[in-house]
Nanobody, 116 residues
Framework: QVQLVESGGGLVQAGGSLRLSCAASGSTFIAANGWYRQAPGKQRELVASVSRGGDTNVADSVKGRCTISRSNAENTVYLEMNSLKPEDTAVYYC???????????WGQGTQVTVSS
């Protein structure tokens, strides 16, 4: 079992920045992490992902504005978001894939609201 706890969401003005954190506990043999988001009435979408080796993938909609990173020592993954836009408003979810079982785990989500 892996428990994921997100933090760092909040209300920010357009053009502002936020840093989301996701701390993993329990069985922390994690192969890959990702940040997803879901806006009201929309499907959940991938924002960015990072492998255990540090390879990253960032959605075109946030490329150049968002950076994902992870600390294997701290079992924490971060999402740095800059130049935020109102369309970035969503609940952001942390995701992890267990390295041994291949199971998916999700955090409870953290709200990001960008005002215009």
């Amino acid at each position: 079992q892996v428990q994921l706890v997100e933090s760092g969401g909040g209300l920010v003005q357009a053009g502002g920045s936020l840093r989301l954190s996701c701390a993993a506990s329990g069985s922390t043999f994690i192969a890959a992490n990702g940040w997803y988001r879901q806006a009201p009435g929309k499907q959940r979408e991938l924002v960015a992902s990072v492998s255990r080796g540090g390879d990253t993938n960032v959605a075109d909609s946030v490329k150049g504005r968002c950076t994902i990173s992870r600390s294997n020592a701290e079992n924490t993954v971060y999402l740095e978001m800059n130049s935020l836009k109102p369309e970035d408003t969503a609940v952001y979810y942390c995701h992890a894939i267990h390295r041994i079982s291949g199971s998916d785990y999700w955090g409870q989500g953290t709200q990001v609201t960008v005002s215009s």
